[in-house]
Each structure stands twice: as C-alpha cells, then as structure tokens.
C-alpha cells in the first residue's frame, strides 16, 4: 500500500486529519469573530470589512480560500464519519450499566455537537453567503433598503472615477437576519454548541498530532475552555445586542452625519 | 535410576567454558528440522522458546494463561541478583556463587550454582539490550540495591516489579518469534502428558482449555518450565493457576523428583482474613528494614487485642515482646526468611498471635516514623503501605502492620544434571520447576536470576548438544502417529472420564482447601516424625475420598474450570505425599526444611552433613507403591560446609 | 469484628462463543467485607455448584494485581469503581450490604466471550508481535553499562511499561479502542536508545495491526486511562501519535524498512 493510503487508512492518520483541518477551522472561526465584532464600531466598518473581504484577493484568490475552507470541513467530517463507523463496529455491544468515569460531556458529543453544528454552518451560509432563504434573500430588491451603501473610510466615502464606491450593506443583512428570534436563537444554540465543540477540540487536536503530555493537557484543556467560551461569547453576543436593540440598521451605511446629506445626493444620483 | 550429573571435568570456573566447547553443534541450515516442545512460557521458558527459535529451531511453546505474558514470574517483586560488581564493593562471581551455596544451606550442587552466578553478568546485558527499564541513577548508569541481607550491593531491580518487566522482555522475544512463525503458541493449553519413544521424551499430550480438545503434540525435545507447587498448601503467594501437574506427570512417566520438601516460608506476608481466602499476598522482604517486628509478651493481651478491646498502639513497651531482636541480636529484624518465619510461628503457638484468626505477629513502623519522621517512611515504602491498606483496610501510619509467614517458592522440583536434563532423555526442565540451584533454601532475587539463566543461557546450549547428539538424521522422525502417543492420550482421556463422572458430592476446591491444610499443620513451617506419619496417612485416605466423593460440574469439551482444578488437585493429592515423604526421611533441619527433632538447645536448625549431604530423589514405582528413593551425593570441593548463624 | 454483608449478584452468563449470552440474578449471603471480590465470586461459585450448578467462568491467576488475567466490567466500570485498581485487589468494603452488583465481561468486537465472564484477548498479543520487542539476540548484547539512559527517560519508559496487559483500556473506551494498550509499549521501546533502531518499522508496523484487528479508534476521552489499573496516562497515546506521524512522514519520502 502506498504510504499516503496507508495513513489515511490508519485510525491513527484520521484524526490527524481532523486535527490539522480541526486547526485551520479553529483558526477561521477566530477570524471570523473577530471580523464580526467590528459591527460594535459602527456600519462603516463592518461594512468596509466585507468589502475588503471581497476585494483584497482576486475572486480566483477568494475561491481558493473559500474551496480550502469547504474542503477542510468536508475532510474533517468524513474523518469522523468514517472513524464513527470503524468505531461502532468495534464496540457493537455496550454495557448493561454503562458508567463514565471522567470523560467530560463536550468530549463525548462531538459527534452530536458537530452534526448540529454542519446544519448550522448550511443555513449560515445559505443565509448570509449565498442569501437565499426564504423571506431572507437579502440581494433581492427591498428585502433590505438599502442594500447597497457607499463605502465609507475614515469618515469619508471613497470615489473611485468620480463615483461612491458602493458596497453591500452587511450591517443591515445582519440586523435584519438577528432581529427575526428564532435565527437568533438557532444562531446562540450554534454557537454554545461550537463552545463545547471547541473545549474538547482544541486540546484533543494537540493530542492527535502528539503534541501533548500531562503538564501541557492541563495547561491545553484550560486554553480549550477559554476560547471556547471566548468564541461563544464574541459570536452571541451580536445577535443578543440586536434583540435588545442595541445594534440597529443603519441605511446610510455608517456615513458621518455631516455627510448624510452628500450621500443622499450621491443615492439619488445612482438611482438615476 | 541413573542420578548422573555429568558435571564437567576442570576448574570450577572453567567448567562452563569447557563444556560449551565440547558440545556437540547443530549446523544453522539443520536446525528448522527439529522440532522443540516448550511447556510454559515463564523467564525459563519464555526465554528459552525465544532463545531456541532465534537459534533456528522449530519452537511450539504451550501455557495455560491467556497470553504468554501472565505467568508468575510477573509477580516477582524485589530484584535480580547479579555479580556485576559496579558498586564497586568487592562483589565477584565467586561470591555469588558462594552467597547463594551458603544461603541454600549447603544443598545445591557447586557447578551449577557457579555456572548460575557466571551468567548472571550476562542476563543483565541481554535485559538491558531488550528494553527492560531498570532503575538508574542520574547519570544514567544502572541503580543497583542490597537485598536479603546480602553484603553487596548487587540487585538489579525497575521499581517494585522487576519480575514483570523481566518476564514482558522475554515475552517480547518470544512475540518476535511467534510473528515470524518460528514459535507456534498455544495458548490456554494445559499439558496432561509427557510421551516417551524409546525411552526418550518425544512428545507432550496437552488439553486445549477452550474447546476441551485433547491433542498430541511431538518434539525432539521436550523442555518443561511450568514453575513451582507452592500451592500444593492450598494458600500460597503463587497464583491461582499454579500447580504441579506437568512436573508430576513427568515424574509418573519416570523423571525423578528432587528434594520436594524444600519448600520456602516467607515472612512477611498478609495475614489471613478468614476461611474464604484463596490466595496470600506477599509483601516486601525490604520492610524489615525500619519494621519492628514484635508479639504481646502474655496471651491475655495478646486475646483482648484479637477481640479489638485493646488498640495494640496502647501496649506498653514492657509487654511488647520484640522477639527477633532478642533471640537474633546481630540480625535483629533482618534474619533470614526462614528463620523468620518460623519465631512467628512459635509466637503464634504459643498463644501470643494477633489478627482475628491469631495468626498474625506485628510488624511495627512507629519507632522508625518517630526517628525518621513520616515523609520518610513514606518515601521509602509507599506504596507498599497502600497496598497494605488496599487488602487489609488498616493505615498502617497509625496501626501497626500485620503480618504472618506465607508459601512463597518452592526450591524442590524435578532432578537435573548439569544440562538441565532430567532422568528421561530428552526432557530438560527449567526454573523453578527444576531442583538445581537454591539448595534448601532461595535467597531473595535469586528466581529470577535462575529463570533467566535457564532460559537465555543454559537450555539453549544444552538442548542444542542433545540434538546434536541424536543426530540429523533423527530430527523430526517421531510423529503423533507413533503408538506411544495414543497409549498415552488414552491414559489421559480416561483420566478426564474418571475426574467427570465419580459423581459425588464434593467440589475440588473443597479438596485443595483440605489438602492444604493438612500439608500446613504438618509439613509447613515446622515438621516432625509422628505429624508427617500422620499427613501421609491423611493425604492417603484424602485421596481415597476424592475418587469416591468428588464432583465435577460442567462438561469436558468445553472451558470447565472445575475440571482443571480438578486434575490439578488429584496431582497435588499425590505429589503432597512425596513431598511428606522426603520430608520424614531428611531427618535433619536445613534451609526451608525444618525437623522440630533436629534443632540446638537455642532452637536453631541443626544440618546433619554427614548422613544428608545429598539430593533426595524420588522414583514412581506405581500407585499403590511407595516411591523409591535414590541419592545424588553433593561433593563440596570450593566450599567448605559451615554452620549458618545469624544471632 | 469482621462485617459481612448480603449482596445481590447480576452477572453475564455464555455458555460458549456462539451463544447470545444473557444476565443471571444470585443471592449471596455473609460476605466478609475483607474478602477479595474474585473471593466473593469463588464463594458464589461454591454455592453454583453445590446446587449442582456450573460456576460462574472468569479469568483470574495471580490475584496480586500484575499479570492481568482478571477481567470484568463491575457496576459499569472495567475493574470496578476503585481507581488504579484490578479486579482482584479490589475489596468488599468498598460495597454495601444489600447492593446489587452487575458483572459484565470487556466488550469489544475484538475481545470475544469465550464463557461468562472470560474473553479472548489474543489480539493484543498479536500487536506486540508485530513490532512490540527490541530485537537482541540472547548473547549479542554489549555490556548493561554501555549506554547510559538518563534517569528520566528510564522512569519514562517504566511509566509505560507498567501496563500489565488486561484490555481494561478497550474495554472502557466506547470505540475499543486499543491505543492506550499499543502505545504505552510503543512508547516505552521508542523512548529508550536501545529501542530506537526499529522504532519507525515498530510504530507503523503495530498501529497497523491494531487498525487490522479491529479496534476502534480513539477520540481522545480519556476513559481508558481512567480504568486502567495502573493509570497510565493519555501521554502515552501522544507518543505514539508523534511517532506515528514522524514515521509515516518519513515513509512518504522513503518506505522505512
């Protein structure tokens, strides 16, 4: 057997596939929170966030990140389907009066906790990605208005050959999507359940590449829990803030007061 | 019966060498047509079933555990001697050799106690290069221990399990040779039957515990390693499965059995809780150290503290009788096991034990954590405290210990020459199921050392020349279909249909437990002429009801503990009565074997070298007929005899 | 005193391989709290048969807690519910008068019941023959002294090789899962300088055996190291995922022999 087969083969070669697309998940999510939170510093720069997100890198560029991270997820999962699998057919019998001694809750339902979290990551996409569900389609006409808001840097809309730089209106998409309950209440479950994910992953996936003893278990399992809670903490909290009303649309994109009416002008001229 | 030792001609120290020299050699390509049976798959078998298929030989290596890795040797706790001298402090194979002579009581034979300490330096080696984790020092050289009572520091030792990682280096030797096909094992395989072609051993009939099949298995030798019959006394620190059968068979078919009455005592075991019990546990020989061992001075108080209406903390000093420092002064504590073990029995006798059942003396840690505080007694027996409070329930901090002398090795077994081989050609016995080496009595650390040796570096000379000598022409010629092999697997099978259908009312562990406790109270720790007339008697007519009276639940063709049990017990039933047997005829006391009749004013052991300087060894003559009994001189031409005194 | 108590006996009967196997319910009365638990099982094997009932079948030899024959789930726990403890040094006083006690064998595909309470573990010895042993021929070695082992990897290796073999570790993990089992004598061969030699062929050689005999595979829980009888830790199974990850690196580039 070519030794690439045989590591993949092996039980062992598996998760450390998982551990390594585990890493660069862990990583995104990380990035992705922190992205986010920027909604706290007002529309413009979320907004010029999303817009930087899509403009840095070629769209070739931009593919590549988004197949790497799909296909990051999808290693990570047919790892532990297939590990499942193997490791059902060998324990096929459980015990009558099955106890557990010290394995924690979140060790023992990733499987549970990622199935959900795979549904999760469908909508969320499907959601806020490609927008297309129902009632949420946010590209479409008047679903958000505006949908389009111009760019705004440093307190000034950027022009690009005499014209406002318009970029999609991501502050007002996520308002908008947090303020219908049960997405936010799906959205909070999501991510307690990537908290308890991510506490026994995090520390599990040093442990899978070997990179892990007695001291650095103790000292790992603590770092698991912190950004475990620091993941769910940054991610729930937008929608919590949007359903006490402390984030709110913003049709102008975020622009300075002084400019709201520039930029009425500049609306108007584009809807012309 | 031939008791040739074939103790080679020269020098002491170059009898080994010489011999090796001399051996007949089987040539490398000629080597994978011989087969070689292995029973038991301890340091001595383990090792030489390893050690012959590295060699070339077709090996098939038998065991009645699981797995090769759970024979008793595991349990070995302290150490493994050898004459590595790199302490520095004046050790020599000579002195080895020497310690362990002496320390048997002078009743091991001299070339093979100095071959024993010759090799000693190489298991070390051979240990070492297999990945056996001994303890070291910081500078990472080898760390090295005195132990019982020896004046040098030469025990080898990887915390408080050296028997286990021994025996798993071993066993992994042996898992090479199994996963190259060289050694076929079978494992849960009992053998019932040795099988003789020609007056050679050809050939084992062995029992598969699973499936209940009976097999016939042929070799062109046979090497029987099958460890000690402690537990023909019912209780012992052996383990469960332990038992006598393959060396007793072996005896039957016309092997000689050697000095079965040296039986070892140790001293320092758990007490027994009860008559539930089925097994002893042992605890280090090293607690004697700081231990102070003691028995109430007066049976009233000795009866309250069995009653638990006196703490034993509250006996004052004046009661306290701290009888191995009064009788042994210069020893105190640290007199040798069986001395030891028999001043607690007296204690005991004499109305003075302790734990429930009063048998029990105290092994007291209170003078030495006063002295050295707590963390160091801690330091220094930890683990044996939790072990202690583990079985017994009691914190040895604040109580003191208990303990009682328990079976722990037997140094009898069948007779060997220098080769290893018994009085059946072809049939070589390794450890401790061999007679050869520890004379009357076994120093600590001593088993191992002789397993090893055994199995490294004796058997697979020794079998190899006797190959050598029956010619490649011989090699593989005996088959299972030999008429030998179905007289015999006859025997056995009619045996199984006996043990299966008697059809009484009694379980063979109810036997074993009554075995035992005859072989106990009148051979144990101290004999005399009317109880072993007496325990021969008892055995007798035991053995009667037990062929009248036993029942065997279960079936034979399949796992039946009951069965195996069984036939071991029918073995121990009549090997116990050789043992009594050899015991009334040395009339005199040495090492593990002491005579109530031969003893000093003091009560000390008292050897008669003039009329018992000799190998006791027994001939099957029939089943109703006394064995007959042979004498194998022990000449002393390097040492000269003394007596042993640790007062 | 000694106390005794009454206890209630749920236990696993097979009669052999092929048989579906179900529970079996004894009374047993006036068990010495000081009594081993395979004592308290000798005792209800006494009463089966005297009753003329076969005895309840399990594995046990040395009952000092080394070889590792016994072998039984108690109450849910492999050995029972005492930490770094066996079966068979397991004692009475740590259960009541008037409990029900469950005993079930190890479960695991690759362990099959052979009878009651006995099962068959050959599959861990076929791991170690694929790779568990530091080849050296008896009488090829070089003097003990030769190569000094600092202490602490000594310790290290005896940390490892303290396991005694007894499947409690597959037995608790709800994979089967035999990584603990492999790895602590992977870890204790390739820790050591004299083990470094095969230590690539050792690694890939025995996880590939492992995976071939059936076992599952670990996700990193840790129950296995909390029944085994001599708390080896999860360390171990780092080890050997290091290893196993180094040796398979190497092998992409060049097949290790």
């Known amino acids: 057997m070519c030794s690439l087969c045989s590591f993949i083969k092996s039980t062992i070669g598996r998760k450390i596939l998982m551990a390594l697309t585990g890493l660069v998940l862990v990583l995104f999510v990380m990035g992705h929170m922190l992205g986010n939170l920027q909604i706290f510093l007002g529309a413009e720069v979320i907004n010029a966030y999303a817009y930087k997100l899509h403009h840095l890198l070629p769209a070739a560029a931009l593919w590549g990140i988004r197949i790497f991270l799909l296909a990051s997820i999808a290693v990570h999962i047919w790892a532990a389907v297939t590990l499942t699998l193997d490791n059902r057919k060998a324990r096929p019998e459980g015990y009558d009066s099955d106890k557990v001694v010290q394995a924690s809750y979140s060790s023992r339902t990733m499987r549970m906790s990622g199935i959900i979290l795979l549904a999760f990551i469908v909508f969320h996409i499907a959601h806020f990605t490609v927008r297309n569900v129902p009632s949420m389609q946010y590209n479409e006409p008047g679903v958000i208005e505006p949908s389009e808001v111009p760019l705004v840097k440093h307190g000034e809309v950027v022009m690009k050959n005499g014209h406002a730089v318009m970029t999609f209106n991501v502050n007002d998409m996520m308002v908008a999507g947090f303020k219908v309950w049960w997405v936010s209440a799906f959205y909070i479950i999501a991510t307690g359940l990537l908290c308890m994910h991510l506490t026994h992953g995090v520390s599990s996936m040093f442990q899978s590449v070997g990179l892990r003893n007695s001291l650095w278990r103790k000292r790992l399992d603590r770092v698991a829990l912190v950004y475990g809670w620091v993941v769910f903490l940054g991610f729930a909290i937008i929608p919590i803030a949007t359903m006490a009303g402390l984030l709110k649309k913003d049709p102008t994109g975020g622009l300075p007061v002084a400019s709201v009416s520039a930029a009425a002008e500049i609306t108007e001229t584009l809807h012309k | 019966m031939n008791l040739d030792s074939k103790i080679p001609e020269g020098p002491l120290a170059q009898k080994w060498t010489s011999h090796k020299f001399n051996m007949k050699l089987v040539n490398p390509a000629n080597r994978r047509k011989y087969n070689v049976i292995v029973v038991g798959s301890g340091l001595a078998g383990g090792a030489a079933a390893a050690s012959l298929a590295e060699q070339g030989y077709n090996v098939s290596c038998f065991c009645y555990q699981d797995s090769p890795r759970r024979a008793h040797s595991i349990a070995a706790q302290g150490g493994i001697n050898a004459s590595k001298n790199y302490q520095n402090d004046g050790d020599s194979v000579h002195r080895l050799f020497y310690d362990t002579v002496k320390g048997g009581d002078y009743r091991a034979r001299e070339a093979n106690v100095y071959r024993l300490a010759e090799v000693s330096s190489d298991i070390i080696d051979q240990c070492v290069a297999n990945g056996v984790p001994f303890a070291r020092e910081y500078g990472g050289l080898l760390a090295n221990r005195s132990f019982g009572g020896a004046q040098v520091s030469r025990t080898f030792y990887a915390r408080g399990q050296t028997g286990q990682q021994l025996l798993l280096g071993a066993y992994s030797a042996l898992s090479k040779q199994i996963g190259l096909g060289k050694v076929k094992m079978y494992n849960r395989h009992e053998m019932l039957d040795v099988v003789k072609v020609d007056g050679h051993a050809k050939g084992i009939i062995v029992r598969n515990m699973v499936t209940g099949e009976v097999t016939r298995h042929a070799g062109d030798a046979v090497v029987v390693a099958t460890g000690g019959y402690g537990n023909v006394f019912f209780l012992s620190t052996n383990a469960q499965g332990c038992n006598v059968t393959a060396a007793h068979r072996a005896y039957r078919r016309g092997a000689g059995m050697a000095n079965p009455c040296y039986t070892q005592i140790h001293p320092t075991c758990i007490p027994v809780h009860g008559d539930q019990q089925s097994k002893l546990t042992l605890m280090s020989e090293s607690l004697r150290n700081d231990g102070r061992v003691w028995a109430p001075k007066d049976q009233e108080t000795a009866k309250k503290i069995r009653e638990g209406k006196l703490n034993p903390n509250d006996v004052a000093e004046d009661d306290r009788d701290y009888y191995l420092e009064r009788k042994y002064p210069s020893f105190g504590n640290l007199a040798p096991r069986d001395i030891s073990s028999r001043a607690a029995k007296e204690a005991c006798d004499d109305g003075r034990g302790v734990a429930t059942t009063g048998l029990g003396v105290f092994l007291d840690f209170r003078d030495a954590i006063k002295r050295d505080g707590q963390k160091a007694i801690e330091e220094r027996y930890g683990n044996l405290f939790e072990m202690y409070q583990c079985i017994t329930g009691d914190n040895p901090y604040e109580t003191p210990m208990m303990i009682f002398p328990a079976v722990h090795y037997t140094m009898g077994g069948l007779w060997v020459d220098y080769n290893l081989q018994s009085t059946i050609p072809g049939m070589f016995v390794g450890g401790e199921a061999n007679f050869s080496d520890h004379g009357a009595n076994r120093l600590g650390a001593s088993a191992l050392m002789q397993g090893l040796a055994d199995g490294y570096f004796v058997l697979p000379y020794t079998v190899g020349n006797y190959l050598g000598e029956q010619g490649v022409a011989a090699a593989g010629q005996v088959t299972t279909d030999h008429p030998a092999f179905a007289e015999v697997e006859a025997d056995v099978q009619s045996r199984i249909q006996k043990l299966m259908s008697i059809g009484g009312t009694e379980s063979p562990r109810s036997f074993h437990k009554r075995l035992g406790n005859i072989m106990w109270e009148k051979c144990g720790m101290s004999r005399t002429k009317e109880s072993l007339t007496e325990a021969i008697e008892e055995i007798q007519a035991l053995r009667r009801e037990f062929w009248s009276n036993l029942k065997v639940v279960g079936d034979a063709d399949s796992l039946n503990p009951e069965l195996e049990r069984a036939g071991r017990v029918a073995d121990f039933m009549e090997f116990g009565e050789i043992l009594c047997r050899d015991a009334l005829m040395r009339e005199e006391s040495c090492g593990g074997h002491f005579r109530a009749e031969h003893q000093t004013d003091d009560g000390e052991a008292m050897r008669d070298d003039d009329k018992f300087a000799f190998v006791g060894v027994w001939e099957y003559k029939g089943d109703d007929v006394p064995p007959a009994l042979h004498k194998e001189p022990l000449v002393y031409e390097n040492i000269k005899l003394a007596t042993r005194s640790y007062k | ?257």
């Open chain 3, 1 to 257: 005193m000694e106390k005794t108590m009454n206890l209630t006996i749920r236990v696993w009967r097979q009669k052999n391989r092929l048989d579906v196997g179900k529970f079996a319910e004894y009374k047993l009365a006036d068990i010495s709290e000081d009594s081993s638990f395979l004592e308290m099982l000798d005792i209800l094997s006494e009463q089966l048969v005297a009753d003329g009932h076969e005895p309840v079948a399990f594995d046990h030899d040395c009952r000092e807690g080394i070889c590792g024959m016994c072998s039984m789930t108690i109450n849910g726990i492999p050995h029972g519910p005492e930490s770094g403890t066996t079966a068979c040094q397991l004692h009475m006083r740590h259960f009541h008068d008037g409990q029900t006690i469950t005993i079930e064998p190890w479960r695991a595909k690759p362990f099959p019941v052979i009878k009651d309470l006995v099962v068959d573990r050959t599959p861990l010895d076929k791991i170690i023959q694929s790779g568990g042993f530091i080849t050296a021929r008896a009488g090829s070695a070089v003097d003990a002294n030769a190569m000094p082992i600092a202490k602490g990897i000594a310790d290290y290796a005896m940390d490892a090789a303290a396991c005694i073999g007894c499947g409690a570790c597959v037995a608790a993990c709800p994979n089967a899962s035999a990584m603990l089992f492999t790895s602590a004598k992977v870890a204790h061969m390739n820790s050591l300088p004299q083990g470094k030699a095969e230590k690539d062929r050792r690694t890939l050689a025995m996880v590939t055996t492992m995976d071939g005999e059936g076992f599952g595979g670990c996700t990193n829980i840790g129950e296995c190291e909390a029944a085994c009888p001599k708390s080896i830790p999860l360390d171990m199974i780092a080890h050997l995922n290091r290893d196993y990850a180094t040796a398979q690196f190497k092998n992409f580039f060049k097949p290790v022999a």
